[in-house]
């Protein structure tokens, strides 16, 4: 747990689970750091908040060596929600960016597998909408 | 480099749900490999946003028919930890029993979907046929067949008594030996040798880097079970092992989850001579969650199965994020057909036991209309706006 | 078991069909008691709480207006369920606070469409009164 401490200080908030807020320019650090550890991609949610005008990003990842849970999240601006891809480090979290972008619409820059319509069917995409964000209509 | 491209699904009768596998074919060999989803979509996640949290448990069980209770056990366990309750020790120990149950019967489904997909029919039907007694024991324990729907907010709704523990242990003495039969099928037969050994292969570095979850990781070497890493439930308290094979291969997949069968038959009896006396479930069901959010996870019969859950106060969830098993098992390892025949397609794609219902789950749109009742004909001939 | 396997085959292939013509011979198929099958409310019980047609995932309950005059029941707002929303997962049975839903485990509910407990909740009423 120790080689991450520079990029993020994770804080304990369970048993074995540690959590840690970054800014979203660090993803990409941090990830290269997980990926030499023996780390297992798990999860990536974004969430919509409208009121604080962000989307939370919510990465899991699970490292076999200490046992333990990592959860790391980031918000992304709301009027322009890109961030960098991870997708070449954890293979894994290809397919759950694109879920992210098809339904909540967060940008993964350099995700080859970013575009429309794998999960929402068509004519949601034809009206533009992202079907979970809380202002979607749906 | 000439090639044909074949599309496979998304109807299909090597498939057995709806998902389209778009290939490349040079001969007999696969060379590259796509796989579109999109057909079966539901808008669970809205659908749980938008209900009170004990009508969404409900919703949450319905994502899969197959691993309901385990879902069911996610949401619900999510739920208990945002309030800060704990059920009662013998809810728990009938909460393992049922998730238990569906484990063995969700194995054997696939061992006798794999049966049916390399040809051996008469094996379909037997292995059904025993399946058919594990279906009884659940309908016994719960009530249904396929809907558990057992559980409750701090709790089960229904108890176990002796009458109903003697028929449980006497199924499982038949089942127990029906699945050593099963395993000298795999270690014996020609077939099973011939169509899945060295068929499908997955390296430790690649199921690590794809994030394979459930069977396909630990036939591949790693010991990666959240009931041993994270004890739900009663699994603190009960003895098991976490079955691990080194292959990597269709075959091995099979059989850590034919071994798997008879760890669960083991801890249906080691939760069944333990189980404490006392309430089922507590007094009452709260019905607003606070602030807060969770990671709740457990060990689906597919692999782990995540629920994010965001509340923000109030009756309704603010956000459920479900991320199932096949998620990662079925689109993570669309690569892996390269290089193999084309016959093998439906294989690997069995052995990795897609679940392609529980993988799409989510979206809906809201039909504003009142609800219409069309006749076959005119269904035959209805198209989407 | 290869041998195991041809004897079950072979005494398939002498016995007589396990299908049966469903609803014209029935078969005794073994549902266990506790089957979560057609329920319907004992409207002597019933107080109109309105707390299963709140919980129903389904909104299968529909509390309506019924001038019964038991005295049980002050607004006289009895839970109707329609069975072809009900999904069976019996919340409501379990989260009644007199216990006022009557379970079966009769999973034969083809009938014709909007049917609805309405009936079966009247008979078990006449019944009673009978009594």
């Known amino acids: ?138 | 480099m000439t090639f044909v491209e074949i599309p496979i699904g998304p109807q299909h009768p090597a498939l057995h749900e709806p998902i389209l596998l778009r290939l490349k074919v040079d001969g007999e060999e696969v060379i590259d490999s796509e796989i579109s989803t999109g057909y079966n979509h539901r808008g669970v996640e809205k659908l749980l946003e938008k209900n009170t949290w004990i009508k969404s448990i409900y919703i949450s069980s319905r994502i899969c028919g197959i691993c309901n209770a385990v879902h069911m056990q996610t949401y619900v366990q999510g739920i208990e930890r945002l309030l800060g309750i704990e059920p009662p020790p013998r809810a728990n120990y009938i909460r393992t029993i049922v998730m238990e149950l569906e484990r063995i019967h969700s194995h054997m489904l696939l061992f006798a979907v794999m049966a049916e997909t390399i040809g051996f029919d008469t094996l379909f039907m037997i292995v059904m046929k025993d399946r058919e007694r594990v279906m009884y024991l659940k309908d016994l324990v719960t009530g249904n067949r396929v809907h558990a729907d057992i559980h409750i907010i701090g709790g089960v709704k229904r108890d176990i008594d002796d009458s109903k523990k003697e028929v449980i242990l006497k199924e499982l003495a038949y089942i127990e030996q029906r699945v050593k039969d099963y395993k000298k099928i795999m270690h014996e037969d020609y077939t099973f040798q011939k169509r899945l050994v060295n068929v499908g292969y997955v390296s430790r570095n690649y199921a690590l880097k794809n994030s394979l979850v459930g069977p396909p990781a630990r036939a591949s070497g790693i010991p990666y079970d959240i009931r041993a890493l994270e004890p739900y439930a009663a699994y603190s308290e009960i003895d098991f092992r976490v079955v691990t094979r080194e292959e990597g291969d269709s075959w091995s997949r099979m059989m850590v989850r034919l071994d798997e069968i008879s760890e669960s038959i083991e801890i249906i009896r080691q939760a069944l001579s333990k189980l404490p006396q006392g309430s089922i479930a507590l007094k009452t069901i709260p019905r607003v969650v606070k602030q807060g959010e969770y990671i709740s996870r457990v060990e689906a019969p597919r692999g782990e199965l995540i629920y994010h859950i965001v509340s923000r106060g109030g009756s309704t969830p603010y956000r459920v994020k479900v991320r199932t098993p096949s998620f990662f098992n079925v689109l993570n390892t669309e690569k892996l057909f390269i290089g193999h025949k084309l016959a093998d397609v439906p294989v690997i794609l069995v052995s990795f036991d897609p679940c392609i219902s529980c993988m799409e789950r989510v979206l809906l749109i809201e039909d504003k209309d009142k609800p219409r009742y069309l006749t076959l004909k005119q269904l035959s001939r209805w198209q989407p706006k | ?131």
């Open chain 1, 1 to 138: 747990m120790e080689e991450l401490g520079n990029e993020c200080s994770l804080q304990p908030i369970g048993p074995y689970r540690y959590q840690c807020i970054i800014e979203k320019e660090k993803i990409r650090g941090l990830a290269h750091r997980l990926s030499a550890m023996e780390t297992t991609f798990l999860l990536l949610t974004a969430t919509d908040y409208p009121d604080e005008k962000k989307f939370e990003l919510t990465y899991v990842f699970w490292n076999h060596a200490s046992k333990s849970l990592i959860i790391i999240k980031t918000h992304v601006n709301r009027d322009s929600p890109q961030i960098d891809t991870i997708s070449d480090l954890f293979p894994g979290a290809t397919y759950s960016e694109a879920e992210a972008y098809d339904l909540v619409g967060v940008d993964f820059i350099g995700n080859p597998h970013i575009k429309r319509g794998i999960f929402a069917p068509t004519d949601v995409v034809e009206k533009g909408i992202f079907p979970l964000r809380k202002d979607s209509g749906v």
């Open chain 3, 1 to 131: 078991m290869k041998l195991s396997m041809l004897k079950e085959a072979l005494t398939n292939i002498i016995k007589k069909p396990i299908t049966k013509a469903y609803p014209i011979t029935k078969r005794d198929i073994e549902i266990p008691e506790s089957h979560r099958g057609l329920h319907y409310v004992d409207f002597s019980k019933c107080t109109g709480c309105s707390l299963c047609a709140i919980d129903c995932p389904s909104n299968a309950i529909q509390m309506t207006k019924i001038e019964l005059k038991l005295g049980t029941n002050p607004k006289n707002l009895y839970p109707i369920i329609n069975y072809e929303k009900c999904v069976f997962c019996c919340h409501c049975v379990y989260i009644c606070p007199v216990k006022a839903y009557i379970t079966t485990n009769n999973f034969e509910l083809v009938e014709s469409p909007g049917t609805t407990s309405l009936s079966f909740s009247m008979k078990n009423l006449q019944r009673g009164e009978i009594k």
